[in-house]
């Protein structure tokens, strides 16, 4: 009976230890698919406001300026228009004059572009503090009043352009 219940034990451990070693080797599989794009912490440090006539008071947008240089400006920008919580725009308001530090998961291509951002956190509130939609990097351009018929063109990466590259 001893003997019977050892070689149970034997035969459910060899099961997990192929199942462990069969999921290693798939992962990375997986990992050797996606062609040399790996997953970076990036800091921005991001200028911020706080208010607007349709969002209130404690509405907050950050921005930094695009990485690319365009013949059209642009900038990256976050805005807050979700969570509007007064302890977020005080926490916010504190830094001052001070950028405010925003780190992304950022997933970066064989090419050393960045393919795609998550938020991880604004400072020390961490991204889980925020609906969705309050996670989301854009890119701003703005046109300026030009000649009649000047022509203004701009092209953008998102969010390439919001990110250092990796070559």
């Known amino acids: 009976m001893k003997n019977m219940q050892s070689a149970r034990t034997l035969i459910v451990l060899s099961c997990w230890l192929l199942m462990a070693t069969a999921l290693a080797r798939s992962q990375q599989n997986s990992a050797d698919a996606t062609g040399g794009e790996s997953i970076s912490l990036v800091t921005l440090s991001m200028t911020w406001g706080r208010g607007g006539l349709h969002y209130g008071p404690n509405f907050i947008w950050l921005a930094a300026p695009c990485q690319k240089s365009f013949s059209v400006p ?35 291509g064989s090419d050393g572009q960045a393919e795609a951002a998550k938020l991880d956190s604004v400072g020390n509130w961490q991204a889980e503090r925020f609906p969705a939609n309050d996670r989301l990097i854009s890119i701003k351009f703005e046109f300026k009043k030009g000649q009649p018929s000047q022509k203004q063109e701009t092209g953008y990466r998102s969010p390439a352009d919001c990110f250092p590259s990796r070559n």
């Open 74 to 108: 642009c900038e990256c920008a976050m805005n807050f228009k979700v969570i509007r919580s007064q302890e977020f725009a005080e926490y916010i308001s504190s830094f001052g004059s001070a950028p405010v530090p925003v780190t992304y998961r950022v997933r970066y």
